[in-house]
């Protein structure tokens, strides 16, 4: 009879040990998995979104709760679209934009009164694109300069982020692409290879304790 109450005290641990593994496993994938799917959100912008504004504010610029990538190197990946007034739209600033941090940034003068329209778009830390758009109303006093704005949409002259070349633009699109989606494979890889390990070692654990 001993042997049997014995064997059932080892059942019962190597349920707890394989109970183990598999929280050691659980938390292992929340641990490393949870920032990979976290997108970035919007924090703040200025001008702020529903705001009157009366003096030029020089440039634009959104605010996200962590750093944006730069993927400017391999074509579009960011970028601030300042259209306005609402009646009679233009395009305003050089198509340029500079990322610091968690904060891009795009230098504009504002031209005619009225409700302008800011779109935007940026790469979050886990490679996710997010964009938004807000307005603001510009109701310049009588001292502003006012620009003129452009009727088509500008595009980004310096920085060497303009694709020029076809093909070279759509290889940096392909590339950029694989690039995302290769960081989360390497997130789910290493939760996978976590998980893996956890089983293995609960497996051990199991095929040496029946051992007499
Ligand atoms: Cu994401």
Redesign the pocket.
Known sequence: MAPLRESRRHARMLKRAALAGVVLAVATLGATAAPA???NYLVGSTPSAGSVVTEQPGSVSITTNDNLLDLSGQGEGSAIQVTGPADAPRFYGDGCSTIAGPTLEAAVQLGQPGEYTVVWQVV?T?G?PISDSFTFTWQPDATQVLAEGSAAAPECATGGSAPVDTDAAGTDAAESGSGVRATDLLWIGGALVAILAAIGVTLLVLRRRPTP
Do not use: P, R
């Open positions: 799917f976290a997108h979050s886990d996710h």
